[in-house]
Structure formats: structure tokens, C-alpha cells
């Protein structure tokens, strides 16, 4: 298997731009999680899905901050309008199974700098 | 909230094992140990699973008190590559099934020639 898939994995943009970051989980894992992580605040955990569907988005900054999954295989995480503060590196994990003892796959993660 | 506490930092020469122990005293029935490996500019990589008492891979050895209030991860002969930081976790179980990883600081080990 690829493992997780993220992209792009360097993003550069200006202050007020629209931000999309792609991921496709691995094959037959229900569970996928966004995170981001930063030397200040370490690795966060911005929302999770299970099934497709959103179970907790309680990490998630604010308002201008979405994410998505329309089917198994991808999900967005879009930031509308983008920050400097939100520099930082997004990773997309998935796993095979939600309850009990799980098991996260990382992607490489996604270099976000916002000038 | 199982709060997890692991040393900010240890350093090791090659050959060496390395024992990272971390604390977690308000661990709850349902929460497994976890740990997780990150290298630069790369991501968490899932390393060893427990419970309780001992648990080996090809990689390391979990070890596990009875009261479960602590953990030691042991890295046996250690080489630079396992030059990384170390995230000890456990799991918040919450109603539903959701299992959610909380990563501390972790341990940043440095493994010298």
C-alpha cells in the first residue's frame, strides 16, 4: 500500500488566500484525522471522521477553518481566508478501526507558510 | 484526561539501550499506551501498543507495571537513526467508540557516535 497520501506538501500564499489540503487515506481505513503542529503548540488534533462523517471538530481553530469528506478515499481540509499564524504543518492520519485500541497511519504531512 | 508526563530530552550513544519512561497516573480502565516515533520533517509513526505487562516488537519493548500509572518504552541498541522524538500516549475513550490521541511534547532522543 502508498500509505497516506497528502498534497501538496509545501504550500506557500499570501495572507488572505484560500488554503485546500488533499489527503487520501489508506485503503479500508474508516477513520481519518486531521492535525496540525507547530513548535509552539506541538501536534493538535483538528477533526476526525468516521465512516465519511465528521465526529469531532472540537480542535478546529475557528470558522475559517473547514474540513471535508465526500467519500472513503479523500478529504479536504480548506482554510478561507488564510493567516500567518496558521503556518504550521498539517497532517493527515487514518486508521482501520475507530473503537478500542487504534492504530493512526500519518501522511507526510503538508508545510503551510502563510506570508 | 489521561495526562501523560515523559522527559523533555535524553541523549544515548550508539549501541546503547535506551529506557523512556513516561507517567500517566490517572489512566483510565478503558486506555491503552501507545507509542509514537517522529523523525524530521516526517510523521508520527506508530511504534509498540500495550495494555499491560510487557509487549515486544521487532522494534522495541512496552513494559507495563501492575498499577499501570507508568510506562517504559526500551530501545535496545540503539543506532543515529533512531535519533527522533518519542511520543508516549493514551487514549481518551469516549462514548461511542472514539478512541482520541492526545500527543504531549514528547522525548527528543539524540543518539551520538
Known amino acids: 500500500d502508498a500509505g497516506v497520501i497528502q498534497s501538496p506538501r509545501h504550500e506557500v500564499t499570501e495572507m488572505g488566500q484560500e488554503v485546500t489540503l488533499r489527503c487520501k487515506p489508506i485503503s479500508g481505513h474508516n477513520s481519518l484525522f486531521w492535525y496540525r503542529q507547530t513548535m509552539m503548540r506541538g501536534l493538535e488534533l483538528l477533526i476526525y471522521f468516521n465512516n465519511n462523517v465528521p465526529i469531532d471538530d472540537s480542535g478546529m481553530p475557528e470558522d475559517r477553518f473547514s474540513a471535508k469528506m465526500p467519500n472513503a478515499s479523500f478529504s479536504t481540509l480548506k482554510i478561507q481566508p488564510s493567516e500567518p499564524r496558521d503556518s504550521a504543518v498539517y497532517f493527515c492520519?487514518?486508521?482501520?478501526?475507530?473503537?478500542?485500541?487504534?492504530?493512526?497511519?500519518f501522511g507526510p504531512g503538508t508545510r503551510l507558510t502563510v506570508l | 484526561l489521561a495526562k501523560t508526563t515523559q522527559p523533555i530530552s535524553m541523549d544515548s550513544y550508539e549501541g546503547q539501550e535506551v529506557n523512556i519512561t513516561c507517567s500517566h497516573n490517572n489512566i483510565a480502565t478503558n486506555d491503552y499506551i501507545t507509542w509514537y516515533q517522529q523523525f524530521p520533517s516526517q510523521g508520527p509513526r506508530f511504534i509498540i501498543q500495550?495494555?499491560?505487562t510487557k509487549v515486544t516488537n521487532e522494534v522495541a519493548s512496552l513494559f507495563i507495571p501492575a498499577d499501570r500509572k507508568s510506562s517504559t518504552l526500551s530501545l535496545p541498541r540503539v543506532s543515529l537513526s533512531d535519533t527522533a522524538v518519542y511520543y508516549c500516549?493514551?487514549?481518551?475513550?469516549?462514548?461511542?467508540?472514539?478512541?482520541?490521541?492526545?500527543f504531549g511534547a514528547g522525548t527528543r532522543l539524540a543518539v551520538h557516535p
Open positions: 500516549l493514551v487514549g481518551v475513550y469516549l462514548l461511542g467508540g472514539y478512541n482520541k490521541l492526545i
Open positions: 500495550g495494555y499491560k
Open positions: 492520519a487514518s486508521s482501520p478501526r475507530l473503537a478500542g485500541a487504534n492504530t493512526q497511519y
